[in-house]
């Protein structure tokens, strides 16, 4: 999150943090941020079930989101299913692919464009 940060920051991006799933929903909905990094382990909530939550709540569900993770099986999950995330990058990640990604997915402006909006689809046996 460290590096990330920074890289964000010495280019001028505003950078909001959270250490897990609830406080970065919580901020997403608040904040609603341009896009999402978001990491696939993490404390309490994972980061695929986070993402399910913003794709399905009004206020978050058009915000870009790119996976992170370090861990192999969870990469092999990320690419085996739909899950409505836009983008993803395996840790480490250099600068030039954080600015590769984030101008694939915001233009000129900083203004959002999903490539493509995914069906989110709920699990089996869950409420929708």
């Known amino acids: 999150?460290?590096?990330?940060?920074?890289?964000?920051?010495?280019?001028?991006?505003?950078?909001?943090?959270?250490?897990?799933?609830?406080?970065?929903?919580d901020i997403a909905r608040a904040e609603k941020p341009d896009l999402i990094f978001l990491d696939i382990i993490l404390p309490g909530v994972n980061g695929f079930a986070a993402l399910r939550t913003l794709r399905r709540d009004p206020?978050?569900?058009?915000?870009?989101?790119?996976?992170?993770?370090?861990?192999?099986?969870?990469?092999?999950?990320?690419?085996?299913?739909?899950?409505?995330?836009d983008d993803f990058m395996k840790k480490p990640f250099s600068r030039f692919e954080v600015f590769a990604r984030i101008e694939r997915l915001l233009d000129a402006d900083m203004i959002p464009r999903r490539i493509a909006v995914a069906s989110v689809e709920p699990e089996p046996g869950l409420p929708e």
């Open 1 to 25: 999150v460290f590096a990330l940060k920074k890289i964000l920051r010495s280019a001028g991006f505003i950078t909001l943090e959270a250490l897990d799933a609830e406080t970065g929903l």
């Open 59 to 85: 206020l978050t569900r058009h915000i870009p989101v790119i996976m992170i993770s370090d861990n192999e099986q969870a990469t092999e999950l990320f690419f085996g299913s739909r899950i409505g995330a």
